[in-house]
């Protein structure tokens, strides 16, 4: 039997300074712990807008998460100053949860469009912005931003 030697056909990759590195993983981390939060802010919004209320048990049921960790992130979210709620009344959302809202679907239908926009069928663009849209940067959203206008333009 002989053994053969695996030759790698891969060129070795050049890694960023660790600085950066961490500095990306840092960035992925801290949107994913926001993310969690914006959703949550989004979802009240959306359901005191359409029925005057937003308990627990329907945030946990949209949302796809148990009712244990609904309370755990309202909770937070009331940490946060984002959200206050009522015995009986369910959450609600501060002023600068309200914001936080509007901001968070702002950036998701800026995400939607862009993707529109270079193809993606609108069901698939919608799924795919809840992802992207917490962690996409503000200078990004600006060059979304401006080739949305000058796509419009041209139109």
Known sequence: MTTKKAASAQTPV????????????????SAQATAV????????????????????????RRLG???????????RLKREGLATSK???GVFLTPEGHGLAA????????????LVAVGVPRQCAELDAEGIEHHVSDVALTA????????????
């Open 14 to 29: 050049e890694l960023p300074a660790e600085a950066d590195h961490a500095l990306r993983f840092e960035k992925a981390r």
């Open 37 to 60: 939060l914006e959703d949550y802010v989004e979802l009240i919004d959306d359901l005191l807008a359409s029925g005057g209320e937003a308990r627990p048990t329907d945030i946990a």
């Open 65 to 75: 998460v148990s009712h244990a960790t609904a309370i755990k992130s309202i909770a």
């Open 87 to 89: 015995l009986y009344r």
């Open 103 to 114: 901001r968070v679907r702002a950036r998701h239908r800026l995400v939607v469009d862009l």
């Open 144 to 155: 979304f931003c401006r080739f949305l206008k000058r796509q419009a333009t041209a139109s």
